[in-house]
């Protein structure tokens, strides 16, 4: 059974960066959509990056445009979240999460099958 761990969060000033790391075990190679998406308290979750690892292609919510790249290290079957420019308002636990459906290329969470059990990311000077 796929399990994925999330690790790398934490504090962090605002303008700063981070790395999230998200560590596939018992792997499938159908698992081809990836996606980053993290919960505020109080909302609801929502995906922040997606992408299919053959072909490479990827979404950004458009609030992280510009900020966040997803990538994909198949050898070691981690996928990365790089976070720069922090705001305030990207504060929330992140989870990784994986799909097997072409339609997890849109990043709406209902797509995705396995998740991890999430890494906070607080942004506060």
């Known amino acids: 059974q796929l399990q994925l761990v999330e690790s790398g969060g934490g504090l962090v000033q605002p303008g700063g960066s981070l790395r999230l790391s998200c560590v596939a075990s018992g792997f499938s190679s159908d698992y081809r959509y990836i996606g980053w998406f993290r919960q505020a308290p109080g909302k609801e979750r929502e995906g922040v990056s997606c992408m299919r690892s053959i072909g490479g292609t990827t979404i950004y919510a458009d609030s992280v445009k510009g900020r966040f790249t997803i990538s994909r290290d198949n050898a070691q079957s981690t996928v990365y979240l790089q976070m720069n420019s922090l705001k305030p308002e990207d504060t929330a636990v992140y989870y990784c999460?994986?799909?097997?459906?072409?339609?997890?290329?849109?990043?709406?969470?209902?797509?995705?099958?396995?998740w991890g059990q999430g890494t906070q990311v607080t942004v506060s000077s």
């Open positions: 999460a994986a799909s097997k459906s072409p339609l997890a290329i849109t990043c709406g969470k209902g797509w995705f099958n396995y």
